[in-house]
């Protein structure tokens, strides 16, 4: 079975497909760590993929499109995967399709998970840095005993660029743009299913369990 999740920054995606992974028995693919996979083996395309990433740009669709084809052909992709962070445009959902169709597979579901922009806000903006020991806090789901500083060392706590609530807003606008088109392209294939973020992680990954064993009944 092939799943693509999708979801903006913050809606735990990467949780999700861990967790369903987990269950499957598929493996996790995240275009994330291919890159940093390509990178390390320093082949040609991995001196390619090097070089944008190098430069602060983003890798081409492409080249992302070629890394993920050199992925599936591992063994244990070859019946299935959960991908994860891609495909993010149109462009790159219609060139998985084709690449997929020449190996004679198909995705079978295109999970979304839901997260209104506020709470997306609220989860990505309230993120805090201790600047000695590097520990995570929240504003609103963990935060430190004594405001600014780290309950483990007592470091100062800061907010770096990408945490900030200007810098959170762009990314999602960026995302919610690019992902509109996405969702429609797969709700006309019929292979869109929606699941609700805001709800506990347990019983996110038990709804999108069974969203995918709907999925699997419909393509057999």
């Not at 999708?6 to 598929?26: H, M, N, R, V, W």
């Not at 994860?84 to 790159?92: K, N, V």
């Not at 780290?150 to 919610?176: H, I, N, P, S, W």
Request: hydrophobic share 35%; net charge positive.
């Amino acid at each position: 079975m092939f799943v693509i999740l999708l979801g903006a920054p913050g809606a735990g995606k990467g949780t999700q497909a861990e967790i369903i992974s987990g269950k499957l028995g598929l493996a996790h693919v995240a275009t994330g760590d291919l890159f940093r996979q390509a990178v390390e083996k320093n082949d040609m395309l991995g001196r390619l993929v090097k070089g944008y990433m190098e430069k602060g740009l983003l890798v081409p669709d492409e080249v992302t499109i070629r890394v993920l084809s050199e992925r599936l052909n591992g063994p244990d992709c070859r019946t299935g995967c959960i991908l994860d962070g891609f495909p993010r445009t149109l462009e790159q959902a219609r060139a998985l399709d084709k690449t997929m169709s020449e190996r004679g597979q198909a995705v079978d579901v295109a999970v979304y998970i839901e997260v209104p922009e506020a709470e997306l806000l609220k989860r990505l903006s309230g993120r805090w840095i201790c600047r000695k020991c590097q520990a995570p806090y929240h504003e609103v789901s963990s935060p430190p005993k004594v405001a600014g500083r780290c309950d483990k060392c007592g470091g100062e706590l800061y907010q770096r660029a990408d945490d900030k609530k200007e810098t959170v807003r762009e990314r999602l606008k960026v995302y919610f743009d690019q992902t509109a088109p996405l969702l429609d392209y797969y709700s006309k294939k019929g292979k869109l299913a929606r699941v609700d973020g805001r709800l506990a992680i347990e019983e996110v990954s038990g709804r999108i369990m069974s969203h995918l064993h709907a999925g699997s009944t419909r393509t057999k």
